[in-house]
């Protein structure tokens, strides 16, 4: 059985206060579940968050790394540096960082790699944009964004890889999927992975949804059957959203 999971990226959001303030807001309300919750705040507040938290219950994520062991990459940050401070899963391909970072399917080809040979988990985000989506084009450019970073990788690999499809209009602007069109995409996604691997890797790993999740929509998106969960942006920054989102799956 694949795991389902509701996982928050706080993004750029939250000083090291607001950020103790919201975990531990969020561990006190957390409801009772099956489900994987993680939270990604920015880099510079993950230690006091993992102080912050019982992993067992939230676990926190990295929003990004770099495909470099170390070296001279300013600003920059290792899968090593994740782990020494107990961060085991990192978000990587999120549509933020393709655009203003100028991330390309090959770059993200080399930090999922890399985030994998470390043994780290890997929450790989994808998702056409608004134009692609109007000229039909949806489905050809999610399995180009699957087929560049990631059916290089070994069978074995999919154990530690989580997908998110993200479309891109949906992201930060209020509009939504519909549950029928993310369930056609997450169907679509893992008859694309049978085709390059097999049905056992196709369905066992867990696809989230992201793209303006809230409480007023969560139920009928994670209804969906191929539909594992969400990755959530703005409704995560909340503790109550956050909340009423994870009792939703
Ligand atoms: C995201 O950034 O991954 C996201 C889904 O954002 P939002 O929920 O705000 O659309």
């Known amino acids: 059985m694949r795991s389902k999971i509701v996982a928050g990226n706080w993004k750029m959001n939250k000083n090291l206060a607001e950020t103790e303030a919201l975990l531990t807001e969020l561990a006190a309300k957390l409801p009772d579940t ?28 990295a929003q990004n790394m770099h495909f470099a062991e170390s070296g001279a990459y300013t600003g920059e940050i290792s899968a090593d540096m994740l782990l020494n401070i107990g961060i085991d899963t990192v978000i990587i391909g999120h549509s933020e960082r393709r655009a203003y970072f100028g991330e390309t399917d090959e770059i993200l080809a080399k930090k999922v790699k890399a985030a994998l040979a470390k043994n780290m988990r890997v929450m790989f985000c994808f998702g056409e944009e608004l134009d692609d989506r109007k000229s039909d084009n949806h489905f050809k450019v999610v399995e180009s964004q699957l087929k560049n970073a990631l059916f290089s990788l070994e ?95």
């Open 34 to 61: 099956q489900a994987e919750v993680m939270v990604a705040p920015t880099f510079v507040n993950l230690a006091a968050a993992v102080r912050t938290l019982d992993s067992s219950v939230i676990e926190v994520i």
């Open 155 to 249: 069978a074995s690999d999919w154990g530690k890889i989580v997908l998110a499809y993200e479309p891109v209009w949906a992201i930060g602007t209020g509009e939504t999927a519909s549950p029928e069109q993310a369930q056609e995409m997450h169907a679509f996604i893992r008859k694309t992975i049978t085709e390059a691997y097999d049905a056992s890797i196709a369905n066992n790993v867990s696809i989230l949804y992201g793209g303006s999740v809230k409480p007023a929509n969560a139920v009928e998106i994670f209804g969906k059957p191929d539909v594992d969960g969400g990755l959530i942006g703005g409704a995560s920054l909340v503790a109550d959203d956050f909340v009423a989102i994870i009792k939703a799956i």
